[in-house]
């Protein structure tokens, strides 16, 4: 099991979702829809380890996040898990090249050109990243986090400023990736045939995770 939730609770102004309970094994892929404002990207930074739920556990690869000492969990942040969020936080002052760079080294891996090619940004390597489009700015942080090589995707949204046919081409280099390093993969999208192409499809509705597929 690469990564278990148990009965996750978050609330805000409102409770956003209770006793959210689900699991996930390695070559699994699990998408999340549901409508703007019910608590997805919440949900995401609970289970990427970078909010704690108000009630409930998760557990990595095993072991429950909050019983990690700090250097454990920045191993694990640092080697085994991918994020990509909503907002890239790429490095704004550098370039793609340098950008996807860092993450290569800080995690020790070589950047495979074959997947810059793949996601169409090779040529925009030496640009800032301030210069890109959005969805270039997209492409070079599924670069950089996929240059990492992570056991685990939280992908929020990847491909939302993208079209339909070059996320269906970005999003068959994550599916090949997760089959490939037996990866799991979470992601968001408010894309019902993008969802459709994960194993598992749960719907964030009614304060819960309702199964779709
Ligand atoms: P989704 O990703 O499904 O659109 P979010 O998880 O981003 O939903 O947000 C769900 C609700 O929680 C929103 O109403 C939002 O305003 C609220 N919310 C999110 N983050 C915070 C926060 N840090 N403090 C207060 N309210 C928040
Ligand atoms: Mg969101």
Redesign the pocket.
């Known amino acids: 099991m690469l990564i278990q939730a148990i009965n996750l609770t978050h609330s805000?102004?409102?409770t956003?979702f209770k006793n959210i309970s689900f699991s996930l094994d390695s070559s699994e892929t699990l998408a999340i829809v549901?409508?703007?404002?019910?608590?997805?990207?919440?949900?995401?930074?609970n289970l990427a380890t970078f909010?704690k739920p108000q009630i409930g556990e998760v557990k990595l690869f095993g072991s429950s996040v909050y019983e990690l000492s700090e250097k454990e969990l920045n191993r694990l942040r640092r080697y085994k898990v991918g994020i990509v969020f909503?907002s890239h936080y790429l490095f704004k002052g550098l370039s793609a090249n340098e950008n996807i760079d860092i993450s290569a080294i800080l995690s020790k891996q070589i950047i495979d050109k074959n997947l810059l090619e793949r996601l169409g940004i090779s040529e925009l390597m030496e640009q800032k990243v301030t210069h890109l489009s959005g969805g270039q700015q997209q492409r070079v942080s599924i670069a950089r986090m996929l240059s990492k090589k992570p056991k685990i995707i939280f992908a929020?949204?990847p491909t939302g400023n993208l079209d339909a046919k070059t996320a269906s081409e970005v999003m068959d280099v994550l599916f090949e990736y997760v089959k490939k390093e037996s990866a799991a993969l979470i992601l968001?999208t408010h894309d019902r045939v993008l969802a459709d192409r994960c194993d598992i499809v749960y719907e964030?509705k009614n304060q819960t995770l309702e199964k779709l597929v």
């Open positions: 805000y102004d409102y956003l549901g409508v703007s404002g019910s608590g997805k990207s919440t949900l995401m930074h909010l909503q929020d949204e968001v964030l």
